[in-house]
């Protein structure tokens, strides 16, 4: 594979915030930033603060610094060129959402080797 400077790779990391029985259930995919505003989240009630952020993973159980109430997207995370999908999250207790389910591990699994097979090519 050809792999370019680190600063053009970083994580994404997705947690099922508000479930209480799998909180700490994280997943981490490693995603390409193309362009400073290119990762956004379509369909997110706070989408605009989502927009061109990358976390580097929760600090607490329920807590991320790029998404300030937990939003869930339960849509697919794109780059604005809609040319990848990056992932998916689930919706949150912590504010409302535009989603309420299926919870993130039901969206993991069953579309995870789909998502790995868009995220490698």
Request: glycine share 8%.
């Amino acid at each position: 594979e050809n792999w370019v400077n680190d600063h053009d790779y970083q994580f994404m990391t997705f947690n099922n915030y508000g479930y209480t029985d799998a909180s700490s259930f994280v997943l981490q995919y490693v995603v390409r930033k193309q362009d400073e505003n290119s990762l956004c989240a379509p369909g997110a009630h706070n989408s605009d603060s989502f927009c061109g952020k990358v976390s580097d993973g929760p600090k607490g159980a329920h807590d991320d610094p790029y998404l300030p109430c937990n939003a869930g997207l339960g849509t697919g995370l794109v780059d604005t060129e809609k040319q990848f999908l990056i992932g998916i999250v689930t919706r949150s207790n912590k504010c409302n959402s535009t989603t309420d389910d299926p919870d993130t591990n039901t969206y993991v699994y069953t579309y995870r080797p789909w998502i790995d097979k868009t995220i490698n090519h």
